[in-house]
């Protein structure tokens, strides 16, 4: 009975005091007048807390009465703690001034981080408005991976419905990723940048991805679904943006070197050096990679290096310049029919075909905090890039073998392909908070202009060897020119009702010129076709967004957008490929949407649950076609219109921090899956699903930290997808149409640190599974192209 009545004095007592309560709000401002955003704000010894907003404004309301310490701490400034004292039916003013410390800056990065999440979403920044937007970052600090491999799985494999097509089982380590059914192969319909700007061939025309940022250098990396068509351009699968790192703020050098070796061959050296001298923050780096591979003829060398050089001139004005570098040469071991593959999939067929990609790309940059809310930036990109291939080609199709003619004593000549990229990006963004009235709004508002040429030349006559030669014996058969120019201003508006709801609504104009000048050999191979094109297309889309803030930390957000795909080269001209090209082939578009739910609770539990759909009229597709003689063929068309419809979700719960007070050690367990259901709704493939379009991708993760050490295991499973519109069951016999049966992959991954050493150790493929993930009609195939079985590696890194 006193049990009882203590109870009920209690719960009286919270509720008379719950309902004694009062707010407090203010701003959080830097020395210089400017606004803070994302601080946070707690009052110390409770659960009240809440986070500035854009403006530096923030409120705590429904504040039992009584006397606090309000602590206001932001990443890069001196936390500040004082006294509060909260009336009853009373708002408390508090308007704070941070000091910044920037010497704290990368402790807090690195301790901070890692002792949360390694995974989170994004907020206003860089001249981009984030609000509404489903939206990922990854914090490469905080999660134990093979960066050394820049393995996707286990980096990317927290964004719910990340889909990969691994090729690195056949000497080309460029790995692709598409969303939400889209597809992977070199990450056409993904826009692929590295800090801010594009990275890829050409923007339009030819937007594969040759050179990735090395992960050991990268901070962080960001990924915006489809609804940043307005503010980056209409590519249905959204962006993927790699953040590099910076040099200490701390020490006028710092420099880390990390040692990793591995199975089959593979050693991986990385150098980095950063600094800061006076108003200059410097950072570089340089990788040395090789492996022999994990199939006779997939051995590789690489050589990638990056620099960059930040000159703060003033308070306001920043500016910096960098340049990327990549340098390889990649031997391709060929692709399988489908007996070929399960009969030995660690065999070989190929023995003379090589690639390189060399990439230059140049960029320099402008940030000026115009006024106390407004900032301005400026990128300019030059990009002098190319690709080299020397091949057996894919005549025949996987099943026709590489072998010596026993009558010329000598194989058959290889083909040379040559393409060269050239280009000039230039995007200017601007971001603005004002006020409407009473209402606090946001404006993003910018442009870009994009200039790109490419030289496509392709089946000239190669010499019979089988080392890495480029000598051309006859002259190419197709000489073409093509250039591609974008103009594409943007607006966008955040309009505030109130502090918990925002609407953006926005638009964006397409002006896209294409050009195609030079010869090629006729389709039937007897004659030269004389090409000099050129074709304007002008696009509007619109799109608005949706968040209500629930609470400090939890929000709904909802958006709608368009999108849109114009014909890439590939298309076009085809290149090292057996698929024919339907002439009439015409530009794609659609929309896409997304409503979800994401936040966390106080430091255990993150999370994002949501649902999206994905229209997609007259999607390039491939289906199997019949020719004269009986037999069939892969036809690239416009297959039809298809919807892309789905759930994903993304749950990461810390039972230490939830249930026990208590910080040496941690451990958490996160689940990414994604439901999908992308589908043909029209013509003769009518409900069949959508080529790399998995019903289901599931990937369910431990994190493991003890003191200085720190592991993670990784279970990836993978529905079944099919390489073609028809869904065939039966594969064709050169492997292009078929499906890409389920599979699951494990891996595991750890590191310890000692002071300023680091090892780092880790199984990739732990049960040594053997699957696939992509049927390609040109290379690094043609045919299936497996991923690789178990390996192992283990690194070891000091930072001095």
Do not use: C
Not at 527 to 539: Q, T
Not at 617 to 629: F, L
Not at 635 to 646: L, P
Request: aromatic share 12%; glycine share 10%; no cysteine.
């Amino acid at each position: 009975m006193k049990q009882i009545l203590t109870l009920i004095i209690s719960l009286s007592a919270s509720v008379y005091s719950n309902a004694q309560s009062g707010s407090v709000d203010g701003t959080v401002r830097d020395k210089s007048g400017n606004p803070l955003s994302n601080a946070s704000i707690t009052l110390e010894k409770t659960k009240y807390g809440s986070i500035s907003n854009d403006l530096g404004e923030f409120r705590i309301e429904n504040v039992p009465v009584g006397n606090y310490s309000i602590r206001i701490s932001i990443v890069g400034y001196t936390a500040v703690t004082q006294p509060v004292e909260i009336k009853a039916y009373e708002t408390t003013k508090v308007n704070l001034e941070m000091e910044e410390k920037i010497e704290l800056l990368q402790e807090i990065e690195v301790s901070g981080v890692r002792s949360i999440t390694g995974m989170g979403y994004m907020e206003d920044h860089g001249g981009v408005i984030y609000s509404g937007k489903k939206t990922e970052v990854l914090l490469l600090d905080s999660v134990d991976a093979n960066t050394a491999l820049n393995n996707p799985r286990q980096v990317l494999g927290r964004v719910p419905g990340a889909n990969y097509s691994e090729t690195e089982g056949s000497g080309f380590p460029s790995n692709g990723i598409g969303f939400r059914g889209l597809n992977p192969t070199q990450s056409v319909e993904t826009n692929t940048r590295q800090n801010g700007y594009n990275i890829t061939g050409d923007l339009y025309g030819y937007p594969e991805s040759y050179y990735l940022p090395t992960l050991e250098a990268v901070e962080r990396i960001e990924v915006t679904r489809g609804a940043s068509s307005l503010q980056f351009g209409p590519q249905f699968g959204g962006v993927i943006n790699y953040i590099m790192k910076k040099g200490s703020t701390t020490r006028p050098i710092e420099v880390m070197i990390q040692q990793t070796g591995g199975s089959f061959g593979m050693y991986n050296s990385f150098t980095s050096v950063g600094g800061q001298i006076g108003k200059f923050n410097y950072y570089g780096y340089l990788q040395f990679q090789e492996a022999q591979g994990w199939r006779p003829n997939s051995d590789y060398r690489k050589v990638t290096g990056y620099g960059r050089v930040e000159y703060r001139a003033s308070k306001k004005i920043k500016v910096g310049v960098e340049y990327s570098i990549l340098r390889n040469r990649i031997h391709m071991p060929g692709g399988f029919t489908d007996s070929m593959f399960y009969a030995n999939s660690r065999a070989s067929y190929r023995a003379r075909n090589w690639l390189t990609s060399p990439w230059n790309i140049l960029s320099a940059t402008l940030d000026w905090k115009v006024s106390q809310r407004t900032s301005l930036s400026v990128k300019s990109t030059l990009n002098s890039s190319a690709r080299d291939l020397v091949w057996r080609n894919e005549d025949g199709g996987p099943q026709a073998l590489d072998v010596i003619d026993p009558i010329t004593n000598a194989y058959v000549s290889r083909e040379v392909e040559h393409e060269g990229f050239t280009s000039s990006t230039t995007e200017v963004r601007l971001l603005s908070h004002y006020k409407l009235g009473r209402v606090n709004n946001t404006l993003a508002a910018g442009g870009r202009f994009f200039y790109g040429k490419m030289k496509r030349q392709e089946g000239g006559t190669g010499t019979t060897g089988s080392d890495f030669d480029l000598t051309l014996v006859r002259p190419y058969e197709n000489d073409l020119d093509f250039t591609t120019t974008n103009l594409a201003p943007f607006i966008e508006n955040t309009f505030h009702f109130g502090e918990k709801l925002s609407v953006t609504p926005g638009v964006r104009y397409e002006y896209i010129n294409s050009t195609v000048k030079g010869h090629s050999l006729s389709d039937d191979e007897t004659g030269v076709v004389y090409s000099d094109r050129s074709k304007n297309r002008y696009i509007f889309l619109s799109g608005i967004g949706l968040q209500l803030k629930t609470t400090s930390t939890t929000n709904i957000y909802a958006n709608w957008s368009q999108g849109y795909r114009p014909m890439d080269y590939s298309s076009l001209t085809p290149f090292g490929t057996i698929v024919t090209v339907d002439p009439k082939l015409k530009d794609s578009n659609g929309y896409n949407s997304d409503i979800g739910f994401r936040g966390s609770i106080k430091n255990f539990l993150n999370f994002d649950v949501g649902g999206f759909y994905l229209q997609y009229n007259d999607r390039i597709g491939i289906i199997e076609k019949t020719a004269a003689d009986g037999n069939q063929y892969p036809y690239r068309t416009n297959v039809a219109n298809s919807v892309h419809k789905g759930f994903e979700t993304y749950i990461e719960f810390n039972p230490i921090k939830a249930f026990f007070d208590y910080t040496k050690w941690s451990l958490s367990f996160f689940n990414s899956l994604a439901l999908i259901d992308a589908r043909y709704t029209s013509g003769e493939f009518d409900g069949k699903h959508v080529e790399y379009a998995p019903t289901s991708i599931n990937r369910f993760g431990t994190n493991l930290l003890i003191g200085k050490f720190s592991t993670t295991f990784l279970i990836s499973s993978t529905e079944k997808s099919y390489g073609d519109a028809g869904n065939s069951q039966t594969p064709s016999a050169d492997a292009i149409a078929g499906s890409i049966p389920a599979y699951t992959v494990m891996d595991w991954s750890g590191t310890v640190h000692i002071k300023n050493y680091n090892l780092k150790f880790g199984i990739n493929n732990l049960a040594d599974k053997r699957y696939f993930t992509l049927r390609t009609s040109e290379y690094p195939g043609p045919g299936i192209i497996p991923s690789i079985g178990r390996s192992l590696y283990i690194g070891v890194g000091a930072r001095f």
